[in-house]
């Protein structure tokens, strides 16, 4: 308990800046503590900027502050240097499985807390004190620690790679640079790294103003849509209160009509009750056979059988809620146009944001849905047949590896032992010496390749196949197929998977493309034309020829079609 106690007071009484404990501590206004040396020379560095801030709660200060000794730490300091405890770290400063160890530790190793690039070693709190206090380590680069130190280290010469080849892309020594990679574009490590950081920087800023871009849409449209649900439900409502007060004047004529009805058909029944009972009277008096009794009735009943309402009473056909009924159809008639109207203008609001959207990510490709594969058409027969297809290319120097030279009009391509003039450009190869057409492919298409010197491998491959690393290879990817043309043999390259084939040597070979029936012919010619190898696929991007050689002084060159 005791060691946790001292091993406490150690970690509260250590100076932030150099990590140790407090030698001659003072102590700034916003309260922490530092050693006097540490914090000037933190101040000094400040000077330029004219602030003076606080290393660790970041307050500034306008002057800088008189710098006064804290006796009480400076005892306790004392005090635990006296208890010889300092010394045993706790347990979790020692290295786990997963930390970086102190490579100067004996014994049971601490956590290391940085790395240095220039001795390419990483040091504990104790082992890195050097790095601040000698003048020749303090010029050293200190990282965080790295577990991957000895992959700057050259494989073959053993010497640190403090070069990077832009011809091959790749971090070299300088035993490499004089050797295998002299006439190269060789550049420092610190210079090709503080490049890429600006060009990332650069790329950063891009997003992140696509971003806000994005967001400011974004919200444009949830205003559209608390705009949209807002009227909606005002319209609604208005629209609830018109008929439901339609509906109570509907209800209110009706229950009128309807009682000034019920009080006619009252009368009317009231009327057949009278005529019934009169009938009956007539009927008996029909049948008396005294003719005085029969007179003396007759004028009085003659009177009573008058009608006192029939005669009142017009029936006619009635349209009762009809016309409402029309003027209600008609105001939904004309509602839904309205509405049609207003949803085709909001169709084309949203229209519009996707092709602003589309137009912040051009480099995204559309990705359609293949369509069914069509019935293969028959393929041509005769070199005759083969060149009524023939396209006349010609070779894209964006593309082109910095070792290639393009001439004929570039049709032609030569590997040369020495880089290129060519400028940077985001589609040329940086690995492979390869190059693709200008021409992308589509329909039924044949060219034919030419080559001297062996080591040509004539290909094609979608826009989109890597530029750099080990996915650009011809053949290497599922985006792209090429047929080694060695001298003594052939050979089908397609996603890392090669096929051998057997065939007459010569030194052109013909290509026969059919995009839409997913068909790739490659051809001996000579005299005669020998097939190769055929592939059966599905195509779902335009296809662009390539040539990619391998020895130096190989040419291959796009035939002009007679």
């Given at each position: 308990m005791a060691q946790k106690g001292v091993q406490l007071?150690?970690?509260?009484?250590?100076c932030s800046i150099c990590l140790d404990l407090l030698k001659d501590p003072v102590t700034i206004p916003c309260g922490h503590s530092y050693c006097i040396k540490c914090i000037k020379t933190h101040w000094n560095g400040e000077n330029q900027k004219g602030i003076h801030s606080c290393p660790q709660c970041r307050k500034t200060f306008k002057a800088r502050p008189v710098l006064k000794k804290s006796t009480m730490l400076a005892d306790l300091v004392e005090q635990l240097k006296k208890?010889?405890?300092?010394?045993?770290?706790?347990?979790?400063?020692?290295?786990?499985?997963?930390?970086?160890?102190?490579?100067?530790?004996?014994g049971r190793k601490l956590k290391a807390i940085k790395s240095c690039l220039f001795c390419l070693a990483s040091y504990c709190e104790e082992h890195l004190q050097p790095h601040y206090d000698v003048a020749p380590f303090k010029k050293h680069k200190l990282v965080e620690p790295s577990k991957n130190l000895q992959e700057n280290i050259c494989s073959d010469h053993g010497e640190v790679m403090k070069i990077f080849c832009r011809t091959d892309q790749k971090s070299i020594c300088y035993l490499c640079s004089v050797d295998e990679h002299k006439g190269h574009d060789t550049v420092s490590a610190a210079v090709e790294s503080s490049e890429?950081?600006?060009?990332?920087e650069g790329s950063r800023q891009q997003i992140q103003q696509r971003i806000q871009d994005v967001e400011k849409d974004v919200k444009l449209l949830q205003q559209e849509v608390e705009a949209i649900n807002q009227s909606a439900d005002e319209?609604?409502?208005?629209?609830?209160?018109?008929?439901?007060?339609?509906?109570?004047?509907?209800?209110?004529?009706?229950?009128?009509?309807?009682?000034?009805?019920?009080?006619?058909?009252e009368k009317l029944e009231q009327e057949i009750t009278e005529l019934k009972k009169k009938d009956a009277e007539l009927k008996?008096?029909?049948?008396?056979?005294?003719?005085?009794?029969?007179l003396h009735s007759c004028p009085s009943v003659s009177a009573l059988s008058e009608s006192t309402h029939s005669s009142s009473i017009k029936i006619h056909p009635l349209r009762h809620f009809e016309d409402v009924t029309a003027?209600?159809?008609?105001?939904?008639?004309?509602?839904?146009?309205?509405?049609?109207?207003?949803?085709?203008?909001?169709?084309?609001?949203v229209t519009e944001v996707d092709v602003l959207l589309s137009e912040l990510e051009p480099e995204l490709e559309q990705e359609l849905e293949p369509e069914p594969e069509p019935e293969p058409e028959p393929e041509p027969e005769s070199r005759a047949d083969f060149l009524k297809y023939s396209c006349e290319m010609t070779l894209d120097p964006n593309t082109a590896h910095r070792y290639l030279s393009l001439s004929e009009g570039n049709r032609k391509v030569t590997l040369m032992n020495q880089p290129q003039s060519y400028s940077t450009h985001p589609d040329r190869f940086t690995v492979k010496f390869q190059v693709l057409s200008r021409e992308s492919l589509t329909g039924r298409c044949y060219w034919e390749v030419e080559m001297r010197g062996g080591g040509v491998f004539v290909a094609v491959a979608y826009k989109n196949i890597s530029r750099a690393g080990s996915k650009c290879r011809?053949?290497?990817?599922?985006?792209?197929?090429?047929?080694?043309?060695?001298?003594?043999?052939?050979?089908?390259?397609?996603?890392?998977?090669?096929?051998?084939?057997?065939?007459?040597?010569?030194?052109?070979?013909?290509?026969?493309?059919?995009?839409?029936?997913?068909?790739?012919?490659?051809?001996?010619?000579?005299?005669?034309?020998?097939?190769?190898?055929?592939?059966?696929?599905?195509?779902?991007?335009?296809?662009?020829?390539?040539?990619w050689m391998n020895y130096y002084g190989s040419t291959a060159e796009l035939c002009e079609m007679k």
């Open positions: 007071d150690r970690e509260t009484i250590s208890t010889g405890l300092q010394a045993a770290p706790a347990d979790h400063c020692y290295a786990g499985p997963e930390d970086v160890a102190c490579d100067f530790c004996s890429r950081q600006r060009k990332l319209t609604v409502e208005h629209s609830e209160k018109i008929f439901t007060e339609l509906r109570q004047q509907i209800r209110s004529q009706q229950e009128a009509k309807v009682s000034r009805v019920k009080e006619l058909q008996q008096l029909s049948h008396k056979e005294d003719h005085s009794q029969f003027a209600v159809s008609e105001l939904r008639d004309k509602l839904q146009d309205i509405l049609r109207e207003e949803w085709t203008d909001i169709s084309l609001r011809f053949g290497g990817n599922d985006k792209s197929w090429a047929l080694d043309c060695d001298q003594n043999s052939y050979t089908f390259w397609y996603n890392k998977m090669k096929t051998s084939i057997s065939g007459p040597q010569s030194s052109r070979v013909g290509v026969y493309l059919d995009h839409r029936a997913g068909i790739l012919s490659f051809y001996s010619v000579s005299e005669t034309m020998t097939l190769l190898h055929r592939v059966q696929t599905t195509f779902t991007q335009p296809l662009y020829p390539g040539v």
